[in-house]
């Protein structure tokens, strides 16, 4: 686990986490498990911050009463105001059996307009003893009212590794930019299919556009076209399961940056 999941076990085993938190970063694996790490901490027998005690382990199956996960259905692409309307009302209950209820919406991008708008008072007024901890690649994708209410906090992967890629990233979306090189799309979608994986990869280029597109850094693109390339690179990796070829879903969901 990395350095700030531990960080945010430990201040949610100590009582001092907002209630209401962004965990973001490049890989939703790492995102999961830190928000798995504080519902543990939030309600471990033995008040540390995550062990083998029953409601760890209960959490770790998802089968306790007081930890919820808010997840885009089956046959959905977003998560729904009859969904958010459920937690809000679970939310004002006293815990079953925990100390505290926990509420994990992922990806917390995938709300719908109104399940962000439901969702909104009782992160303004909230409940005792309720923590929700919403999961995203970048708070940007958010509605900035929920953003004013919570907490945002980076959660990395494998930094080093993630670093590297995004600082090549950077280096051909530049170039892209500044001399409109189709070529250079061609080699950021070469450099992800590369990756061991793909899904991560693309998560963290959608980081990077939408970073871009709130001027971080500024690029010589119109905002719109790298919010499209960053929720096209999201969307392409549903097709992961039932195309083996790499390098063409990344390209698909570039050229959102040329039209």
Known sequence: MNNAGALLADTARRGELHHAVIL??????ALRDA?????????????????DCLACQRIERRIHPDVHFIEVGSERKLISVEQIRDIVAAAILRPYEGRNKVFIIDPADALSAGGSNSLLKTLEEPVRDTTFILLTRSPDLLLPTIRSRSQAIYVGGNVQRDEELAADIAVLLEQFATKKESAALLAIAAVLAGQEDLSQS??????????????????????????????????????????????????????????
Do not use: Y
Request: overall charge neutral; hydrophobic content about 55%; proline content about 5%.
């Open 202 to 259: 693309m998560a963290l280029l959608a980081e990077i556009l939408c970073d871009a597109a709130a001027g971080r850094p500024a690029l010589a693109i119109p905002r719109e076209r790298l919010l499209a390339a960053a929720d096209a690179s999201v969307f392409n990796t549903r097709w992961l399961m039932v195309n083996a070829d790499a390098r063409m879903i990344v390209e698909q969901a570039l050229p959102a940056l040329i039209t």
């Open 35 to 51: 928000a798995i790490r504080i519902a543990k901490a939030l309600n471990c027998l033995n008040r540390t911050s995550g062990d």
């Open 24 to 29: 973001h970063g490049p890989s939703a694996e």
